[in-house]
């Protein structure tokens, strides 16, 4: 088929369980695609590095008109980028919180092992819904400050705002970034009224060190406090909820790494490491040039679409060996699982805690664990991929 038609199939829901042989067509018809729709595809390792890290790359979505209000910082650029990231930075990591996730070891341990109370031998499970959804959202609601019980409120929005997000060549988008705009408005509303209902009243949750911040000058305003909130409160789940169930799917279908992993528990940060390579819980990013630029040859306008497929980029066989093969023990992993450059993931180190303690847990029920459905359905997100259940047998 055309390489021209590339980015229409890798998104085409039919792709969703196995998308790498699509990334390998990618890799050799680039390393750039000009796509039908006006987009470049861009599916090597050292190029997708290259221009993570390429100021001339913008994330900005204004950068093409495509919205007026001011993003999360996740999409917007230097300096503005750098100045709200360390605003949000400042209640959750160093050098201002040094302590924050590091704290939360002892909670995740607490949530996930309340969470498995219930799993018995010869029961059946959604490792989704029961175990990996239900985890990071409790995480992330203790850390923001977020009431666990109004979960299905915020989860309703996230589904919107993702699947305005996502990836959609060839698609009238015109309802879902609608209902993408009204869940925005209506998530960060509810987020900026819980914070001022702690403002003047401290409490030990990110959403009252914002409003309660005593520097005039490191204080988001109320549009601020609001796209930072909601992108906290949905990248500090969804995410995170892939990697977790990628790595069960992955473990399942691997058992010699599985028997591995059980007989040395150690691994886990290897193992971990390998599945943000192996199956990433993010595929795809877009950016805008902001002049013309060459790469690797191929010219690119000023504003032309380019969509960057970083898991592709983890599967490049010019920077992994056997890149195909699921390998814990691999060496130089300098994956792109959190992305990388000034947007690299904000959330990597929770993540890779909630990752390690998840799957750490289950490993017991693992071993005589199978899978009643492979592959599984999968969510509709080709950006966010992963998938939407993932029924076992204990």
């Keep these: 088929m055309p390489s021209e038609s590339l980015l229409a199939r890798i998104t085409d829901y039919a792709s969703r369980p196995n998308p790498y042989p699509l990334y390998a067509e ?3 018809a680039g390393p750039v695609v000009q796509q039908a729709d006006g987009s470049y595809l861009v599916g090597t390792y050292h190029e997708i590095a290259s221009l993570l890290h390429d100021p001339r790359m913008s994330a900005d979505p204004r950068s093409r008109g495509e919205v007026t209000h001011k993003p999360p910082f996740l999409r917007l650029d230097d300096p503005e980028h750098h100045r709200l990231r360390t605003l949000a930075m400042r209640p959750f990591g160093p050098p201002h919180s040094p302590g924050r996730v590091d704290a939360m070891r002892g909670e995740i341990d607490r949530i996930t092992k309340e ?18 959804y239900p985890l990071p959202v409790t995480v992330i609601c203790r850390l923001l400050g977020v009431p666990r019980e109004d979960e299905p409120l915020f989860r309703a929005w996230s589904d919107a705002l993702v699947a305005a997000a996502d990836v959609r060549p060839e698609q009238d988008t015109t309802e879902t970034d609608k209902a993408g705009d009204q869940a925005r408005i209506e998530m960060g509303g509810y987020l900026v009224n819980l914070a001022e209902q702690r403002r003047g009243k401290p409490s030990d949750d990110m959403l009252s ?19 930072t909130a909601v992108l906290l409160l949905i990248a500090g789940h969804e995410t995170t909820v892939n990697l977790i169930t990628n790595g069960v799917l992955t473990l399942l279908r691997q058992p010699e790494h599985l028997d591995q992993l059980r007989r040395d528990p150690d691994l886990l940060p290897r193992v971990v490491e390998e599945l943000l390579r192996y199956e990433p819980p993010v595929h795809i990013r877009e950016r805008i040039p902001l002049a013309d630029i060459d790469v690797a040859g191929t010219s690119i306008a000023q504003g032309a679409p380019v969509v960057l497929v970083l898991a592709s980029g983890n599967r490049d066989p010019r920077r992994f060996h056997d890149p195909d093969r699921f390998d814990p023990t691999r060496p130089d992993n300098e994956h792109l699982g959190f992305g990388s450059g000034i947007h690299v993931c904000y959330g990597a180190p929770l993540a890779r805690i909630e990752a390690q303690a998840a799957l750490g847990a289950l490993l017991p029920h693992l071993g005589t664990a199978r899978l009643v459905q492979d592959p599984p359905p999968y969510r509709q997100n080709a950006m966010l991929r992963g998938p939407r259940h993932l029924p076992i047998q204990l």
């Design 26 to 28: 990618l890799r050799e």
């Design 115 to 132: 969470l498995m109370e219930s799993f018995e031998a010869g029961q059946q499970i959604d490792v989704v819904d029961d175990f990996a």
């Design 209 to 227: 060190a914002f409003v309660n911040e005593p520097d005039p000058a490191l204080r988001l305003t109320q549009e601020e406090l609001a796209e």
